[in-house]
């Protein structure tokens, strides 16, 4: 298997995930094989399975990046901030940046509607909320600095942050004005935070 972290691998990777994502979108995500983003890539089956465990992960070769982020902001925080406002900050930071893991980013309709027109996808995206859950939960459990709830933080961590996700998600399918979806986005994220900050002890 190659190495994921080797540069060929990963940049095989990428061509692989881009190449499948254009043909997701272009004929929706039941309806193209493995067999067919191979061919398309110009690699084996047997190469495609090897960066990639199942086919949603082709779509949302993105996940990963998630699991990243919430690390980062939580070994890197400095002494005085929190693990719960370290990642408030994280999360906060990509919708400023209309970063592509906030789903602002511009054009990203048809990658939400393909999401949202397959069941497979959706239940990848629900089965990646319980793996976040219980990373962030380890996370946290392992963490000298953080003082709460690790299993109960984590999970209200995640079902705000979708709560307030699939509000956005709506209103970028129903059509809405982008700077109004983001700047509503980011503003139901701080009060989501602070929700959270103040019902958790010590603010986690």
């Keep these: 298997m190659p190495n994921r972290g080797d540069r060929g691998g990963a940049q095989t990777r990428a061509r ?12 929706g995500f039941e309806d193209v094989t493995i067999a067919e983003v191979a061919a398309a890539a110009g690699v084996s ?5 090897a960066h990639f465990d199942r086919k949603e992960d082709l779509l949302l070769d993105r996940l990963p990046d998630v699991r990243d982020v919430v690390r980062t902001a939580i070994h890197e925080r400095a002494d005085d901030v929190g693990a719960v406002e370290a990642i408030r900050r994280a999360v906060l930071a990509l919708a ?3 970063h592509p893991l906030s789903g602002l980013s511009e054009g ?5 509607r393909t999401l949202i027109a397959s069941p497979a996808l959706t239940s990848r995206l629900r ?22 709830d690790s299993a109960l933080t984590a999970a209200l961590l995640v079902a705000a942050y979708r709560t307030v996700a ?7 399918l129903a059509g809405d004005d982008l700077a109004e ?20 002890p010590n603010g986690g």
Excluded: C
């Excluded at 990203?108 to 939400?112: H, I, Q, Y």
């Excluded at 909320?129 to 003082?147: C, M, N, P, Q, T």
């Excluded at 699939?166 to 970028?172: I, K, P």
């Design 45 to 49: 089956k047997v190469t495609v399975f």
């Design 16 to 27: 692989i995930a881009a190449i499948a994502t254009e043909l997701f979108l272009e004929r």
């Design 127 to 148: 089965g990646f909320e319980y793996e976040i859950e219980k990373e962030l939960a380890a996370d946290l459990d392992a963490d000298s600095r953080f003082r709460g």
């Design 181 to 200: 979806i983001a700047a509503a986005h980011q503003a139901r994220l701080e009060r989501a935070f602070e929700v959270l900050a103040t019902g958790l």
């Design 96 to 98: 400023a940046q209309r």
């Design 166 to 172: 699939v509000e956005m998600v709506r209103r970028r």
């Design 108 to 112: 990203a309709e048809p990658f939400l």
